[in-house]
C-alpha cells in the first residue's frame, strides 16, 4: 500500500515538472515571437528612411565624383589656354628676334660682302692700271691730245664694269653716305626681305657666318612651331571634355632635332656675340635696337635663350595636362607617349649640352698642353678634373688653374 502511495507521488512531479517546462518553453517561443514581431513593425516603419538615407549617400557620391571632373575639365581647359598662350608669345618673340636682330644683320653681312668685293675689284682694277706698259700709256697719251680737235675718244686700260642694277648702286651710294639703308633698297633685299621700318645696319667686318653662327635653326624652328600654334589653336577654339592635344603633340616630337642643333650651337652663338661686341659699330647698332619700345625691353640674349628654355616647359606643361586627365580618356595615351618622348628630348638636350661644353673645355685643355697630343682630342673622351697632369716621364703644369687636381681622361 505504501509503495504505491511512492509511485503515484512520484508520477505526479514527473507530471508537474513536465508541465512546468513546456510551459516555459512556451513562454519563451511567445517571447521570441514577440521580439521578431517587434522587429519586423520596426522595420516596416524605418524602411523609408533606409532607402531614404541610401539615396542620399548615392547622391552625394556621386556630387562629389560630379564636382572632381569638373574640377579636372577646367584644369585640363585651362592648361590648354595656358599651352596655347605661351606658345604664341614664344613665337611672338622668335619673330620679334627675326625682324629686329637676325634680318638686319644678315642684310647687312650682304651689304658688307658685297662692299667687299667692290673693293676689292677696284683694288684690282687700280694695280692692273699701274701694270700698262709705257709704249702703251704713251699710245693712249697720244689720242688723247688727238682726240681734243676731233671727236672725243678716251682710250681706257679695261672696260668699265657695271653694278648688277642702278637701283643697288644707288642704294650702296646712300648705304656708305648714311651710314644706313632702308631695307627696301638694301643690297640684300633680293635675298632677305628685311621689314620697312627696320634699319639695317653698317657693321664693318660683318660676314654671312658670323650671323649663321648667332642664330643658328632660329627661322627653321619659327616654322614649325607656327604650325604647332595653328593647331592648338584650332583645338582649343572648340575646346570640350573629349578634345586632344596629345596627338599634336605627339606630331611634333619628329621636328624637334631643330631644337638639339640649336643647342648645341648656343655656346657658338655666345661666343660670337661675345665677339662682335668688339666691333663699336655693331656695339652702337644693338644698344639703339635693344633699346627701342619696340622690342618690348628684349635684349638679344634674353631671346636667343627662349628656345632653350622652351622644352623644358612643354614638359611641365604635358605632365599637369597628363595628370589632369584620367586614365580612360580618350587623349591619355597620346599624352602619355608624348610626355615620355618629350622628356627623352629634353635629356638628350641637356646631354648634348653637356658635350659641347665638354668638348669645348676639351679644346681649350688641349691648346694650353705643351707639347701637345694629336690624337688626345677623340669624340668618346671627356674632361673629368683640371689641375697639374702626372705622368711617369714628365708632368704638364696649367698655372691658370689654382686647383690641384688630377687632370685624366674617360676612354
Not at 171 to 176: D, G, T
Not at 278 to 304: A, Y
Not at 361 to 374: H, I, K
Amino acid at each position: 500500500m505504501g509503495n504505491a502511495k511512492s509511485r503515484e507521488k512520484q508520477l505526479r512531479e514527473d507530471d508537474m515538472a513536465q508541465r512546468r517546462l513546456r510551459q516555459a518553453a512556451e513562454r519563451k517561443a511567445k517571447e521570441e515571437e514577440d521580439v521578431r514581431a517587434r522587429k519586423e513593425e520596426v522595420d516596416r516603419e524605418s524602411a523609408p528612411f533606409s532607402d531614404l538615407l541610401l539615396a542620399s549617400s548615392k547622391a552625394y557620391l556621386a556630387r562629389k565624383e560630379y564636382d572632381r571632373l569638373r574640377g579636372i575639365a577646367a584644369r585640363r581647359k585651362k592648361i590648354a589656354e595656358e599651352i596655347l598662350t605661351t606658345e604664341s608669345s614664344y613665337i611672338s618673340n622668335l619673330k620679334l628676334m627675326i625682324k629686329y636682330f637676325s634680318d638686319p644683320l644678315h642684310a647687312a653681312a650682304l651689304a658688307e660682302e658685297d662692299r667687299t668685293t667692290r673693293g676689292s675689284k677696284k683694288k684690282r682694277r687700280q694695280t692692273q692700271a699701274q701694270l700698262v706698259s709705257p709704249p702703251t700709256a704713251l699710245h693712249q697719251s697720244k689720242s688723247v691730245i688727238e682726240s681734243s680737235s676731233g671727236s672725243p675718244m678716251v682710250p681706257r686700260s679695261e672696260p668699265i664694269t657695271r653694278s648688277k642694277s642702278q637701283s643697288v648702286t644707288a642704294s650702296l651710294e646712300s648705304y656708305y653716305r648714311n651710314g644706313s639703308v632702308s631695307a627696301d633698297n638694301s643690297p640684300a633685299s633680293s635675298s632677305i626681305k628685311v621689314h620697312p621700318d627696320v634699319v639695317v645696319p653698317v657693321i664693318t667686318g660683318l660676314t654671312k657666318e658670323d650671323v649663321r653662327k648667332l642664330f643658328s635653326e632660329t627661322r627653321v624652328i619659327l616654322s614649325y612651331n607656327e604650325n604647332f600654334l595653328l593647331q592648338v589653336e584650332e583645338r582649343v577654339s572648340s575646346w570640350s571634355w573629349t578634345q586632344q592635344l596629345g596627338d599634336v603633340f605627339v606630331g611634333m616630337l619628329d621636328w624637334l632635332k631643330a631644337y638639339v642643333q640649336y643647342v648645341n650651337n648656343y655656346n657658338v652663338a655666345l661666343e660670337t656675340l661675345e665677339k662682335l661686341q668688339s666691333n663699336l659699330q655693331f656695339q652702337e647698332w644693338l644698344k639703339n635696337v635693344e633699346s627701342d619700345p619696340v622690342v618690348g625691353g628684349n635684349t638679344i640674349t634674353m631671346l636667343l635663350i627662349q628656345p632653350i628654355q622652351r622644352i623644358p616647359r612643354y614638359v611641365m606643361l604635358l605632365e599637369d595636362l597628363v595628370k589632369h586627365t584620367p586614365p580612360g580618356h580618350i587623349d591619355h595615351d597620346n599624352l602619355s607617349t608624348a610626355l615620355h618622348r618629350m622628356r627623352d628630348v629634353a635629356i638628350e638636350i641637356n646631354q648634348k649640352k653637356r658635350d659641347t661644353e665638354d668638348f669645348a673645355l676639351m679644346m681649350d685643355l688641349y691648346n694650353r698642353l705643351e707639347p701637345q697630343y694629336e690624337d688626345l682630342i677623340q669624340p668618346h673622351r671627356k674632361m673629368i678634373k683640371s689641375g697639374p697632369l702626372k705622368t711617369s716621364e714628365k708632368v704638364f703644369q696649367f698655372p691658370r688653374f689654382k686647383l690641384n687636381l688630377q687632370l685624366e681622361f674617360s676612354t
